[in-house]
């Protein structure tokens, strides 16, 4: 009887507050009936609503005053050909190209142990503890769906990449460092690329049976992860760079924000969303989305490379940090709405890093890539730090601080990559930065700053 009258008096509650988030969210749609001076005033109101939201948060890291600085523990739980390119080199198997076909065309037992082997030892807690000696404060790692479930039909491998998860939100935490969980891959796949699981299969956007397996894997992640027994988990981050239409994409994302709310009630968790390529420093496309009182505690993550199509790879180096520094104040802005943060960037500036555009693939720079124009040698551009020459290391080092200055004046950083295997790409990774001198080892004291 008492939890019957409860229950009554909570959805008695939760109708009311409903309707009064109803309300009070504004619909652009409606807002556009009113004039110039009802939309600033309305604006104002929705900026209002943003900083009570983060005054009030429960959130396990303070994104409204302290400043992300990171890195992304990538080819560790996801694999990435450019990053640990002995996995599929392993398996003497030139069909593979991607976690799908590494699980399909190399034998079972085999291929178990090269992952397990990987898993162990590519990524220890003296990682955690290296990452800590270097005044970084956040790791993101990549995780791959299928390391809770896999469906029928699926090669994939479910290890225990779960529980090497935990493992290192343990870690994280031992050593003073939030953790930002990322969905890496999705069933059905929401982008093209390699890393995302399986080449060429983008199929979750728009399919129902992909999306309600999505919403089962976010129901485990947030189950897990909303548990006090995790304090270094700050958030999860729900689906990495999915392509399609961006309207299509906020409405899944809102599914996907319930779902995790539904654990994670009092919003200690970040929902951490992709831009799906409307890049807030210069779109406005999510300045009205998950506004509070509606939603709480949402982050929009931005992923910028200058380095994927032509007119990038041609910038000179001043061209380059012009462009890094132009964001600055279109992220200050984003940020006053949604927590605004850079989840992965590089001081690379060229596509040369072997396997960086998927496996066999060349690269753009040289013109080996399908349908590229050269532009130069990919020779001392990337592998081995110790054959780069001073004026690459002076690029990569203005690389770094001009985008570490631009994007601290949004939510803060996530550089990308914490490591690379066996000096293939030292120019990608942030430890290989550090001992050769172009990343300095606080990353905030920088001798240049954005104009
Ligand atoms: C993926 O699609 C691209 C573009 O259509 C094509 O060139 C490439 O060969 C495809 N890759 C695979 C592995 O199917």
Not at 356 to 383: A, E, I, V
């Amino acid at each position: 009887m008492f939890s019957h009258t409860l229950f009554s008096f909570l959805t008695v509650a939760l109708v009311a507050s409903t309707a009064l988030a109803q309300v009070r969210h504004r619909d652009p749609l409606v807002v556009r009936h009113y004039g110039v001076r009802d939309f600033r005033a309305a604006e104002q109101e929705q900026r209002h609503d943003m900083l009570a939201a983060r005054a009030n948060s429960n959130l396990r890291f303070n994104y409204g005053k302290d400043k992300v600085r990171g890195v992304g523990i990538g080819g560790w739980l996801v694999i990435e050909d450019f990053i640990t390119p002995s996995i599929y080199r392993q398996t003497g198997d030139h069909r593979v190209i991607d976690e799908w076909s590494f699980a399909k065309y190399t034998p079972y037992n085999k291929a178990v142990q090269i992952l397990q082997d990987h898993y162990d030892n590519f990524i220890t807690e003296s990682d955690f503890a290296e990452i800590s000696a270097y005044n970084l404060n956040h790791v993101r790692v990549p995780f791959p769906y299928w390391g809770i479930r896999k469906w029928r039909g699926e090669p994939y491998i479910k290890l225990n990449q779960f529980e090497k998860l935990k493992q290192a939100a343990h870690w994280a935490h031992k050593y003073n460092l939030k953790m930002i969980i990322e969905l890496h891959t999705v069933p059905g796949g929401a982008n093209p690329y390699d890393h995302g699981g399986h080449t060429n299969h983008t199929n979750w956007l728009g399919n129902e049976k992909y999306e309600n397996r999505w919403l089962e894997i976010l129901d485990v992640l947030a189950e897990e992860f909303s548990q006090s027994k995790y304090p270094a988990v700050t958030g999860i981050s729900i689906v990495n760079e999915p392509n399609g239409d961006a309207n299509q994409i906020y409405g899944q994302y809102r599914r996907g924000y319930n779902t995790v709310r539904r654990h994670d009630s009092d919003a200690e968790l970040l929902v951490i969303i992709g831009d799906a390529f409307q890049n807030p420093a210069s779109s406005d496309f999510w300045s009205d989305k998950f506004s509070a009182p509606q939603f709480q505690q949402v982050m929009l993550d931005t992923h910028i490379y200058r380095l994927f199509d032509p007119p990038s790879i041609a910038l000179t180096q001043d061209q380059r940090i012009q462009y890094y520094c132009g964001l600055k104040k279109g992220l200050a802005k984003a940020n006053n709405h949604l927590y605004t943060l850079i989840g992965e960037w590089s001081p690379a500036f060229t596509d040369c890093a072997p396997g960086l555009n998927g496996r066999f693939l060349g690269h753009r720079y040289d013109g080996s890539f399908p349908g590229s124009t050269r532009r130069g040698s990919c020779q001392g551009r990337t592998g081995n730090a110790n054959q780069f020459s001073r004026g690459f290391k002076a690029n990569l080092k203005k690389n770094f601080e001009a985008q570490a200055d631009a994007y601290s004046s949004g939510a803060g950083w996530i550089m990308w990559t914490w490591k690379v295997e066996n000096h293939n790409a030292d120019e990608w990774s942030y430890r290989a930065g550090v001992q050769n001198g172009w990343i300095p080892h606080n990353p905030t004291h920088l001798d240049y700053h954005c104009p």
